[in-house]
T-cell receptor
Framework: DAGVIQSPRHEVTEMGQEVTLRCKPISGHNSLFWYRQTMMRGLELLIYFNNNVPIDDSGMPEDRFSAKMPNASFSTLKIQPSEPRDSAVYFC????????????FGEGSRLTVL | AQSVTQLDSHVSVSEGTPVLLRCNYSSSYSPSLFWYVQHPNKGLQLLLKYTSAATLVKGINGFEAEFKKSETSFHLTKPSAHMSDAAEYFCVVSDMNAGNMLTFGGGTRLMVKP
């Protein structure tokens, strides 16, 4: 299995531009998570989906952030408009549902907003 | 509410010497506990997990951790550090009262000197 695949691996953009990050979870996993990692705040859960349905988006910073999961094999995290404080590494992770589940992480998308 | 505290943000050891990364947790129910490792520019990978079976848990790459309920601790150890162990390590707690959501510690950066 190829694991969780994220794209792009690196993105540099200017303030005000739209950013779209993409994730392909492991086939057969029915939970998907988006995390953000920064030096200041560590690892933060932004949103997670079960069976393509958003369950908890309380970690989404503000309305500029949105996430979708149109099918079991694809999810996007969009930031519009982007701001310099959005600069971070964004991780997607997937898992099976249930207790004690292991999360499988992608390699992350490093976003720099100038 | 569940929480996890990693007592050291940085740990430095010499190659061949023992590793101890400390973790204390707070949970209102019987928790599940995990250690994840993150190598530079990579996603997180599961090292080991405790799920109310044996209190001494063995993981990959020679790491192990012991669940001590009386001390609310789940410290990670390895008898002999290798250069390839240099990475960031995250202690994670999950319990049913929190909907089995994972709460990550702030991370401990392990440095291994030759």
């Amino acid at each position: 299995d190829a694991g969780v695949i994220q794209s792009p691996r690196h993105e540099v953009t200017e303030m005000g531009q739209e950013v779209t990050l993409r994730c392909k979870p492991i086939s057969g996993h029915n939970s998907l998570f988006w995390y953000r990692q920064t030096m200041m705040r560590g690892l933060e859960l932004l949103i997670y989906f079960n069976n393509n349905v958003p369950i908890d988006d309380s970690g989404m910073p503000e309305d500029r952030f949105s996430a979708k999961m149109p099918n079991a094999s694809f999810s996007t995290l969009k930031i519009q408009p982007s701001e310099p404080r959005d600069s971070a590494v964004y991780f997607c992770a997937s898992s099976l549902t249930g207790n004690n589940r292991e999360l499988f992480f992608g390699e992350g998308s490093r976003l720099t907003v100038l | 509410a569940q929480s996890v505290t990693q007592l050291d943000s940085h740990v430095s050891v010499s190659e061949g010497t023992p590793v101890l990364l400390r973790c204390n947790y707070s949970s209102s129910y019987s928790p599940s506990l995990f250690w994840y490792v993150q190598h530079p520019n990579k996603g997180l990978q599961l090292l080991l997990k405790y799920t109310s079976a044996a209190t001494l848990v063995k993981g990959i790459n020679g790491f192990e951790a012991e669940f001590k309920k009386s001390e609310t601790s789940f410290h990670l150890t390895k008898p002999s550090a290798h250069m390839s162990d240099a990475a960031e390590y995250f202690c994670v707690v999950s319990d049913m009262n929190a909907g089995n959501m994972l709460t990550f510690g702030g991370g401990t950066r392990l440095m291994v000197k030759p």
